[in-house]
């Protein structure tokens, strides 16, 4: 359903389904998402817009260079235990901007940098350090890696998304979204079948 959104935004064509008076009252009384969705907190990744869903639809966690803590953990564990959510998404995209204050704070040395930015860059750092290790250079190469990177994250601090997963409860993939022409493609999976990933 995300994918087939995914490409009704980037031709044109949104159906901007459950996004009326009915789906309002229809979901006033509980929530029943089919996805969490774990993003940046960039302006430009809306995700009911670029995967043309509507209210009820997605339960959406952001934050810049979607940096995991206590409380995204916390959110992400409601989605799937409580809400009971099928698939966790972690959403990247290029151009990402606490990608590329990461890569420019380890170039300069993390002293130029305060706040709680700085914690953000902190908790990038790995992901651009482990690409770094392996020799990717490219933008779009080291976004995947703090995409798959997030994914690993995720399950391996939240014990109860892992045995999700393993119980086949629970699906955790990784997409990078291109801002340019709107697509989003898959980085990485985690208990999907073989066959949902083509």
């Known amino acids: 359903m995300l994918m087939a959104g995914n490409e009704r935004f980037i031709a044109g064509v949104p159906q901007h389904p459950n996004q009326d008076a009915t789906r309002r009252a229809e979901t006033a009384p509980a929530q029943h998402p089919f996805a969490v ?115 690993t994250l995720l399950l391996d601090r939240s014990r109860l998304l892992a045995d999700h997963v393993d119980a086949g409860k629970t699906a955790v993939i990784g997409l990078s979204y291109q801002l340019a022409d709107g697509s989003a493609r898959l980085v990485t999976s985690r208990g999907l079948p073989a066959e949902a990933t083509t």
């Open 37 to 151: 969705l774990f993003g940046c907190s960039d302006s430009r990744l809306a995700a009911e817009i670029i995967f043309d869903r509507g209210l009820g639809d997605l339960f959406v966690v952001r934050t810049a260079g979607h940096v995991a803590g206590p409380e995204v953990l916390g959110s992400i564990e409601y989605g799937v235990s409580v809400l009971a959510c099928p698939l966790v998404v972690v959403l990247g995209h290029d151009s990402c901007g606490a990608v590329a204050a990461t890569r420019a704070a380890l170039a300069d040395g993390l002293g130029n940098t305060s706040g709680y930015v700085r914690d953000v860059i902190e908790r990038v750092t790995p992901s651009v350090l482990a690409a770094r290790a392996a020799g990717l250079t490219q933008d779009d190469e080291i976004i995947a890696e703090h995409i798959r990177h997030t994914v």
